[in-house]
């Protein structure tokens, strides 16, 4: 297809016919054989543009963007086949001009098929439309006017549609999910715990028979191999046995290559810390739920004010 350039950063003329084609191609959906979606694809001088047609019958136009990387064939989970060198002016570059895109990479010897692109996905803040052809003209706009497609609602743009009561109410919502959440973490204390009773992964499952193994070969024989293997064991649903010996005492580093065989735990420091990780996660469960609790009291006790200072409605009889 042909189109007129009228220089390397201005928009891009098309004409009716030139439009006409590109309704024809993004029209022409395809089913997804492990879906209920259909698909259109469009490519642009390096620009690629799609268009799904999702489940509920409405329209998602969106376009990819290079990640910066290069590939050049052969195995591609293998890392050394992907060259990174100009990750971030391939980004720059098309985030400023996506339809020189293409010429920056013919002037600097990159082929455009070697170029790795993502997006696509969808999610809170998509932007969907219920016609076909206003989902494309998205596309063609975008092209005509040099920019990549927007295909998301930021946060801000979100909560500038909604009214200050339904903002407050979903405030309120998520604080009471909060509550809820940190309230089913806690975890029951026992009056003859062990090392073992009562710890928790992230699941909040029973610590595995194998990282039980690893423990206790520390506790028997500490060094610094056995460190590595069992530093990041969680043993509360929201930390790992370094995280609680970072919490519980002084010094303790930051950085895994900082470790040395004078700066692990002891064993009494390490059974100290597995005996004490349930009453610690639990203090921090109740700390968060209090402040959060704080947090909704205020703002509902604020919504109160406002309705209390609202005139009372007087009956006129007439």
């Not at 509920?56 to 376009?63: I, M, R, S």
């Not at 100009?86 to 098309?94: A, G, I, V």
């Not at 999910?177 to 062990?194: D, G, H, Y």
Request: overall charge neutral.
């Amino acid at each position: 297809m042909n189109a007129t350039i009228t220089s390397k950063s201005e928009n891009i003329i098309l004409n009716e016919l030139e439009k006409a084609k590109i309704r024809k191609v993004l029209s022409n959906l395809k089913q997804d054989q492990d879906s209920d979606e259909s698909h259109a694809h469009f490519e642009y001088f390096a620009r690629k543009f799609s268009i799904t047609k999702m489940f509920n019958g409405k329209y998602y136009p969106f376009e990819l963007s290079p990640t910066g990387a290069l590939f050049f064939g052969g195995n591609s989970s293998d890392f050394n086949n992907y060259d990174h060198s100009m990750k971030d002016s391939l980004r720059l570059e098309f985030d400023k001009n996506p339809n020189g895109f293409l010429e920056f990479c013919t002037q600097n010897n990159i082929k455009s098929e070697t170029i790795c692109y993502s997006g696509g996905s969808y999610g809170i803040g998509s932007i969907y439309y219920s016609d076909l052809n206003d989902a494309i003209n998205v596309i063609i706009s975008s092209i005509m006017q040099n920019q990549k497609v927007k295909n998301f609602l930021t946060k801000e743009e979100i909560d500038a549609s909604k009214t200050p009561e339904q903002l407050q109410e979903e405030q309120i919502n998520s604080i009471k999910s909060s509550i809820t959440f940190w309230q089913a973490n806690l975890l029951p204390e026992s009056s003859n715990e062990t090392i073992f009773s009562d710890k928790k992964n992230a699941l909040g499952g029973k610590l595995s028979e194998e990282n039980k193994k690893r423990i206790l070969a520390y506790l028997n024989k500490p060094s610094l191999k056995g460190w590595r293997e069992i530093y990041d064991i969680l043993i509360t649903p929201q930390a790992t046995i370094w995280q609680m010996f970072v919490h519980l005492y002084d010094d303790v580093p930051m950085s895994g290559d900082k470790f040395k065989r004078s700066n692990i735990p002891k064993t009494a420091q390490l059974e100290n810390i597995l005996l004490k990780a349930v009453t610690v996660h639990n203090k921090d469960c109740h700390q968060r739920i209090k402040d959060l609790t704080s947090k909704l009291d205020h703002l509902q006790s604020g919504i109160q004010c406002t309705n209390s200072s609202k005139p009372a409605l007087k009956i006129v009889k007439e």
